[in-house]
């Protein structure tokens, strides 16, 4: 079964603006992790955010944010003042914690492609 | 500056040849892990290793074959080349906790088997 789920294959949105990616996620842990990953079409991939399950506040990065809903599980990116330099693949992550046997690998998404408009 | 290399950034094999993905950290991480995106797919784990000597497979591992003799060194062998290994193959590391939380990538390798 799909771990982490992006629902949206492609957005678009208007340079300063704000923009949400989506992302959902199943896991049976109390302890995992979140994380949000840029890849640019140089291919790289570029670690964005990161929010703990535990962790009571929501993430911040510079002009990024996680909107953590525990109950609800998801992890929504939100990009503030969008740039023509966020023109990007952005990957959706979970680290699953003690019940894990992957080593804290990283369970995907498909990714949201966000290209910004002037 | 954290670094994760990897050995090519394009390839291009022919079916049936043996290949040799190579990957170094220098971070002192214990974890790495080998990756393959593909179109839509997203990211998927092919192997990984907490220790040297020590890997575990992944969610896709058929095809493939790794080895870890150093600890800032973790290849991924491809026994005999298939069109349908074409992909990215990623690169990753961590260190060995919980609270280690950051996978560290490598700038990735695009396959091409022909």
């Known amino acids: 079964a799909q771990k982490i789920t992006q629902t949206q294959p492609g957005m678009f949105v208007q340079e300063k603006e704000a923009v949400t990616l989506d992302c959902t996620y199943d896991?049976?842990?109390?302890?995992?992790?979140l994380f949000w990953y840029k890849q640019p079409s140089s291919g790289e991939m570029i670690f964005l955010i990161y929010?703990?399950?535990?962790?009571?506040q929501n993430a911040t990065e510079g002009r990024y944010s996680l909107n953590f809903q525990k109950a609800r599980k998801s992890a929504n990116l939100v990009i503030s003042a969008s740039q023509l330099g966020d023109s990007a693949m952005y990957f959706c992550?979970?680290?699953?914690?003690?019940?894990?046997?992957?080593?804290?690998?990283?369970?995907f998404g498909k990714g949201t492609s966000l290209l910004v408009t002037p | 500056d954290v670094k994760v290399t990897q050995s090519s950034r394009y390839l291009v094999k022919r079916t049936g040849e043996k290949v040799f993905l190579e990957c170094v950290q220098d971070?002192?991480?214990?974890?790495m892990f080998w990756y393959r995106q593909d179109p839509g797919l997203g990211l998927r784990l092919i192997y990984f290793?907490?220790?040297?000597?020590?890997?575990e497979k992944g969610d896709i591992p058929e095809g493939y074959s790794v080895s870890r003799e150093k600890k800032e060194r973790f290849s991924l062998i491809l026994e005999s080349a298939s069109t349908n290994q074409t992909s990215m193959y990623l690169c990753?590391?961590?260190?060995?906790?919980?609270?280690?939380?950051?996978?560290?990538f490598g700038p990735g390798t695009r396959l091409t088997v022909t």
């Open positions: 990753a590391s961590s260190l060995l906790s919980e609270a280690g939380y950051e996978q560290y």
């Open positions: 896991t049976s842990d109390q302890s995992y992790g």
């Open positions: 929010q703990g399950s535990y962790d009571e």
């Open positions: 992550a979970m680290r699953e914690g003690a019940t894990s046997n992957s080593g804290y690998a990283l369970n």
């Open positions: 971070m002192d991480h214990e974890n």
């Open positions: 290793s907490y220790d040297v000597k020590m890997k």
